[in-house]
């Protein structure tokens, strides 16, 4: 059961903290004393602030009725209470109470007594006289000896009368004024409106209340148990905090560990190059010593024996002194004087690179870091044909996807015998998914247990269709001219209409609803143009208004809005169609200004990509692959996934699309344009047309639901078709 989260009612005043005088309620439901809040009018009071109010309380402006503090609403029953609160306090109170009968110069004896029918304190005398008094005699009155605990009786209501005509009491209740009012009052000014007698009036106001009780008893448990939920979540969000703080601590210490591992082995490394070189040099310095010391030694003996004079002593040692100093020479001769080992040790320590890759190393962030990058714009697949999806990784961390699980089930929980492959490449995980049978898929991808972003993606697999069969099965009859087309998951068909709504159809071509209106306020719309269904929000672009509004897809309430008038970043001139990239982007076909706008899902503007003429629609293809319908080019241009590249332009091979406003692409590839001379192209993945469609006047918008029918905004006839294509024979 939910918790009680009613706030306490006092009966005093929050301004002045004395019991209510005259309270008068405010529509803020916040009631003061009606001297306090003429106190507040003239602190707040100016010239152009006189003819309203802030609530003391809660800051609400409040407008003055006839611009005086006395047309707010009396709050009888904080007057009421605010006097038996009073009265009971003066009860419990230790000091004397005057007797209210028996004034006599401003003095009195004390009461013993209080009397709850006539509301007085009455002294000893007086409570005797009271008695005596037959009228009287049964009055309640409680003994003021006994201070301990009271039990005040609900103390008898008085008549309450009019302000300005003092002496009547207000008995009726004008329901048109919502005020009582007295008998003079009804005559004069109220005579012609609908009015009861007060009493009779209570009786339903009380039941309203007890309803309206009953309303908000439904309203507080969800609520209750959605600030619960948002509590526990801020313990999760504490307890998560904790934990990613200590990944993050032990991640850094890991990587000390390892810049440790690395320094010493350096250092190891340094000290055993610079050791071989030690002993290289010291090998050369031993021969330089060797020969330097042979010939000091031979050419001093040679010296002198030189200055003999005997000749046999000469002779006798010659021939060694001359061949030894003739081999030092000679050994000279060979011996290169240059150290062959050069003394530099070197090293490449480059910290740029390694800085920047240490600065983009890990991110903390509210949403996941990790993303499915392609092949979500179009949330359909082929019955056993593989479809490939590319997941992002955060830039430096080349060994992610080895965190990466995958899983591709049924929606309805059945088991799946398709499997799903992760392969990095760098920094990018390949998922690849085979569906064994039609239906609805969930594709999940997780890293260390936890989705990431947008996982679970929900995927329709379809038949493989055979498009050269393509037929009309149903059209839906919008009305007025339409140009652009939706289909919901649920099988909704939404289609912008020139009277300026958006009609909704059921499944079997029902109109069941309208979503906006004509005008220029927020949700209504000078010529809706493009619909696009992202989940449950629809948007819709407006040709005359030079905006993008959204709207929620089922309920139809107005959320938000971007864009305006200009070529500025975010401005647009005359948006036609829009489609999604399955990443949180939204691309409008900015008309008259050339170019392909991008925008978050909140209307934030991310980039712009311009184009060689006017863009009439746009569509991601299942490699991420942005195809943009040129009418006046007469052709579609293709940019590469981040919009920057123009990659291709490319007509049909006859040559022939006149003006393409529309265009869409299944999983498979194929390519559906519509041109304004009434045709609806039908494209191979190689640019071969396979079927061309001429029952059309002047179509624009195209689109395909969850199961691979295709929708057609035929403007010219003022409906939408829907075509349908035979399965393959073969599943390939």
Do not use: W
């Given at each position: 059961m939910a918790e009680n989260t009613s706030p306490t009612i006092t009966m005093t005043c929050e301004v002045c903290s004395e019991y209510y005088t005259d309270p008068l309620m405010l529509p803020c439901l916040h009631s003061f004393c009606k001297k306090c809040l003429i106190k507040a009018k003239e602190k707040q009071g100016s010239a152009d602030t006189c003819t309203s109010l802030k609530c003391p309380t809660c800051d609400t402006s409040v407008n003055l009725p006839d611009d005086k503090i006395e047309g707010l609403t009396q709050n009888l029953w904080f007057e009421h209470k605010s006097k038996e609160a009073s009265i009971k306090k003066r009860?419990?109170?230790?000091?004397?109470?005057?007797?209210?009968?028996?004034?006599?110069?401003?003095?009195?004896?004390?009461?013993?007594?209080?009397?709850?029918?006539?509301?007085?304190?009455?002294?000893?005398?007086?409570?005797?006289?009271?008695?005596?008094?037959?009228?009287?005699?049964?009055?309640?009155?409680?003994?003021?000896?006994?201070?301990?605990?009271?039990?005040?009786?609900?103390?008898?209501?008085?008549?309450?009368?009019?302000?300005?005509?003092?002496?009547?009491?207000?008995?009726?209740?004008?329901?048109?004024?919502?005020?009582?009012?007295?008998?003079?009052?009804?005559n004069v000014k109220h005579k012609s409106h609908n009015y009861n007698d007060y009493l009779d009036e209570g009786d339903t106001a009380c039941k309203a209340l007890k309803e309206s009780v009953a309303s908000c008893d439904r309203v507080i448990p969800p609520v209750t148990e959605a600030i619960a939920n948002g509590e526990k979540m801020l313990e999760q969000i504490a307890t998560r905090k904790e934990e990613v703080k200590q990944e993050i601590k032990e991640t850094f210490e890991e990587l000390k560990a390892v810049l440790d591992k690395r320094c010493n082995d350096l250092l190891?490394?340094?000290?055993?190059?610079?050791?071989?070189?030690?002993?290289?040099?010291?090998?050369?310095?031993?021969?330089?010593?060797?020969?330097?010391?042979?010939?000091?030694?031979?050419?001093?003996?040679?010296?002198?024996?030189?200055?003999?004079?005997?000749?046999?002593?000469?002779?006798?040692?010659?021939?060694?002194?001359?061949?030894?100093?003739?081999?030092?020479?000679?050994?000279?001769?060979?011996?290169p004087l240059e150290i062959e080992d050069k003394g530099a040790i070197l090293i490449h320590l480059d910290t740029s690179t390694l800085s920047k890759k240490i600065n983009e190393f890990g991110s903390v962030s509210g949403i996941n870091a990790y993303f499915i990058d392609s092949a979500l714009a179009i949330p359909l697949a082929t019955v056993k044909k593989e479809?490939?999806?590319?997941?992002?990784?955060?830039?430096?961390?080349?060994?992610?996807?080895?965190?990466?699980?995958?899983?591709?089930?049924?929606?309805?929980?059945?088991?799946?015998?398709?499997?799903?492959?992760?392969?990095?490449?760098?920094?990018?995980?390949?998922?690849?998914?085979?569906p064994q049978s039609i239906g609805g898929y969930e594709l999940s991808v997780t890293i260390r247990g936890h989705h990431i972003k947008g996982s679970p993606y929900q995927l329709s697999v379809k038949a493989s269709r055979d498009y050269t069969t393509l037929t009309n099965q149903r059209s839906f009859n919008v009305g007025n001219y339409t140009y652009g087309v939706a289909v919901h998951t649920n099988g909704e068909v939404f289609a912008s209409s020139d009277d300026g709504f958006v009609q909704v159809f059921s499944e079997d071509g029902t109109a069941v609803r309208r979503i906006g209106s004509k005008g220029k306020g927020n949700g209504q719309f000078g010529r809706p143009w493009g619909v696009l269904l992202v989940g449950d929000r629809l948007y819709v672009s407006d040709d005359n208004l030079n905006r993008v509004q959204y709207f929620s897809a089922t309920t139809g309430q107005y959320i938000g809005q971007f864009g305006s008038y200009g070529n500025g970043n975010g401005q647009l001139s005359r948006p036609f169609g829009m489609s999604t990239d399955g990443k949180g982007n939204i691309l409008v076909a900015d008309y008259?200004?050339?170019?392909?706008?991008?925008?978050?899902?909140?209307?934030?503007?991310?980039?712009?990509?311009?184009?060689?003429?006017?863009?009439?629609?746009?569509?991601?293809?299942?490699?991420?692959?942005?195809?943009?319908?040129?009418?006046?080019?007469?052709?579609?241009q293709v940019f590469s996934p981040d919009g920057k590249t123009h990659l291709d332009t490319y007509n049909n091979p006859a040559g022939d699309f006149i003006s393409p406003d529309g265009i869409a692409i299944d999983d498979e590839g194929y390519i559906f344009v519509s041109s304004s001379n009434g045709y609806l192209h039908v494209l191979s993945r190689d640019r071969k047309q396979v079927k061309l469609i001429s029952e059309l006047s002047d179509p624009g918008g195209v689109v395909l639901d969850k199961d691979g029918y295709i929708y057609v905004a035929d403007y010219g006839n003022k409906r939408i078709m829907k075509y349908y294509s035979s399965r393959s024979i073969k599943l390939q």
């Open positions: 009860i419990v109170n230790k000091k004397a109470i005057s007797c209210d009968e028996c004034i006599v110069d401003d003095s009195s004896d004390a009461a013993v007594v209080y009397c709850c029918d006539c509301g007085q304190f009455l002294c000893d005398l007086c409570k005797k006289v009271h008695k005596r008094n037959k009228k009287k005699a049964n009055h309640k009155l409680i003994d003021l000896g006994t201070k301990e605990s009271i039990d005040l009786p609900a103390i008898k209501h008085e008549a309450v009368y009019c302000s300005r005509h003092l002496d009547q009491k207000l008995t009726y209740y004008c329901n048109d004024c919502t005020k009582l009012v007295c008998q003079i009052c009804l190891m490394e340094t000290e055993e190059i610079a050791s071989a070189k030690r002993n290289s040099v010291e090998k050369q310095l031993n021969g330089f010593r060797k020969l330097v010391k042979q010939v000091s030694h031979g050419r001093h003996l040679a010296s002198s024996v030189s200055e003999r004079t005997d000749p046999g002593e000469v002779l006798s040692v010659k021939k060694l002194i001359t061949n030894q100093l003739e081999e030092c020479i000679e050994e000279y001769k060979k011996l479809r490939k999806f590319k997941v992002s990784l955060p830039a430096g961390i080349d060994k992610a996807a080895s965190c990466l699980k995958g899983s591709f089930i049924k929606s309805d929980g059945s088991k799946e015998e398709g499997r799903v492959v992760i392969v990095n490449d760098n920094n990018i995980a390949i998922v690849s998914c085979t008259s200004n050339k170019r392909v706008q991008v925008f978050k899902e909140d209307g934030t503007f991310v980039q712009v990509m311009q184009c060689d003429g006017n863009a009439s629609d746009v569509v991601v293809d299942n490699e991420g692959r942005i195809h943009v319908t040129i009418r006046d080019k007469h052709h579609v």
